[in-house]
């Protein structure tokens, strides 16, 4: 089990206090377009605040060329950060350096900066100890909420944890809690259902679930790996021919817990203007067409195994989501999850929390992951280089 510090081991009153926040949201025209990774902050903010502590946030955004980009400035998110706390949120226009030294030491309590973005240099990537000893001049302590970089071994979530008193963030802990839980002890039945594009992405996180779970759902793009390795003919489909061997080493490890779609939504185009059909998977997809997304006698059939299920870990969409012909499989497993009694149920972030949030559902999950690629390594069993850096500084004391 992971020992870290909390806000439990924290009084933040007159303190300064550097999170690390994961503000890596989507921007159009300037403007926040969602802020769900704003609002999964704001326990651990509020509750700073409210102690009384003074809030220096730092976060990184896009993918700049270790260089200032105007595409990826963080004042769009300062400005939408402010209107959800109720309170000003200066947003700075460097991330080190003396005149934001300067401004932090004159924070008082109550008061919120924002550093600009952590990747307009290389040293956040780097984990580079220059640019994490400037961070740690900044403040008094540091806690870290950003689930979402966790698996990233970068200056402002290990390094910086060597040079100041380090704490796990409310959010953080939580996401830690609940798939620990969900490794270590889950309420059974516990069923898996897999989806996205490619099991090469997720073939590690397999693995590892196939001692634990008690079924693994399989949809999505990965599902045509899987029925091609099979024999069956999958036509135009999405198929990773490279990791065919991979597949069937899976499914014989799985064996009967491993379920993948009785048919499909087809069609002649990737376009959500393409002719569609459903047909069934044992016949295979005809040539000129592709699986784009699961069937309705799929969805019935996972229906069926989710019944009286215990724990569900539910990991990529079961189809092409983002077009609305191709959507109703993912909003489908969505609304079963919603509507599941007594069951834990656990969105493994990236797509498939898009997919409950675009659902409307998102607030019907017993948890959703901010993280994507955290939420797959951790499930791997990978330690976390966030989570051994929170280690490391408490064992220090």
């Known amino acids: 089990m992971t ?37 999964a902050a704001l326990p651990t903010l509020n ?28 004042q769009p998110v300062g400005e939408a950060l402010a209107v ?20 932090c030491a004159a924070l008082a309590p109550g008061q919120v900066l924002l550093l600009e973005n952590l990747r307009f240099g290389p040293g956040e990537k780097n984990n580079d ?24 071994a970068a200056a402002s979530v290990v390094a910086i944890a060597e040079r100041l008193p380090a704490y796990a963030g409310r959010l953080m802990a939580r996401e830690l809690t609940v798939l620990g839980q969900t490794l270590s002890a889950p309420r059974r039945p516990f069923v898996v259902i897999m989806g996205g594009a490619k099991i090469g992405d997720k073939i590690a996180v397999i693995d590892a679930l196939i001692p634990r779970a008690d079924l693994i759902l399989v949809g999505g793009g990965m599902a045509n790996t899987f029925l091609a ?24 490890a799985a064996g009967p817990k491993l379920v993948v779609p009785l048919d499909f939504v087809v069609a002649d185009a990737f376009d959500a203007a393409a002719r569609t059909q459903v047909l069934p998977a044992a016949g295979g997809v005809p040539a000129g067409w592709r699986a784009l997304d699961i069937g309705p006698a799929t969805v019935a059939d996972f229906s069926a195994r989710l019944a ?11 189809g ?22 007594g069951a834990m149920t ?41 989570v051994a850096a929170l280690e490391a500084a408490a064992a220090r004391g």
Do not use: C
Not at 53 to 74: I, Q
Not at 308 to 318: C, R
Not at 351 to 361: F, H, I, Q, T, W
């Open 47 to 74: 509750e700073l605040l409210d102690k009384g502590a003074a809030l220096v946030l730092m976060s990184h955004l896009g993918r700049p060329k270790d260089a200032p980009d105007p595409a990826y400035r963080m």
């Open 320 to 341: 092409v989501f983002e077009l609305a012909p191709f959507a109703e499989g993912t909003f489908a497993i969505a609304r079963l999850l919603a509507e599941l009694p």
């Open 346 to 386: 656990i969105v493994g972030g990236g797509d498939s929390a898009a997919a409950v949030e675009a659902a409307g559902l998102a607030d019907r999950m017993g948890w959703v992951s901010t993280g994507g690629g955290a939420s797959l390594e951790f499930l791997e069993g990978r330690t976390l280089p966030a």
């Open 3 to 39: 020992s870290f510090n909390t806000l439990d081991q924290l009084d933040p009153r007159g303190k300064r206090v550097l999170v690390r926040v994961d503000f890596n949201v989507p921007l159009k025209d300037g403007r926040v377009t969602d802020d769900t990774r704003l609002r």
């Open 229 to 252: 390795a099979s024999g069956t003919a999958m036509g135009d489909s999405l198929v990773e021919t490279d990791r065919l061997e991979d597949a069937r080493r899976l499914a014989a």
């Open 129 to 152: 100890a220059q640019f994490a000893d400037q961070l740690a001049r900044l403040a008094d302590v540091y806690v870290n909420d950003a689930f979402g970089t966790a698996h990233r």
């Open 84 to 103: 959800l706390l109720g309170r000003p949120v200066r947003t700075l226009d460097e991330t080190v350096g003396p005149a934001v030294e300067a401004a």
């Open 308 to 318: 009286g299920a215990g724990t569900v870990l539910w990991n990529g969409p079961m």
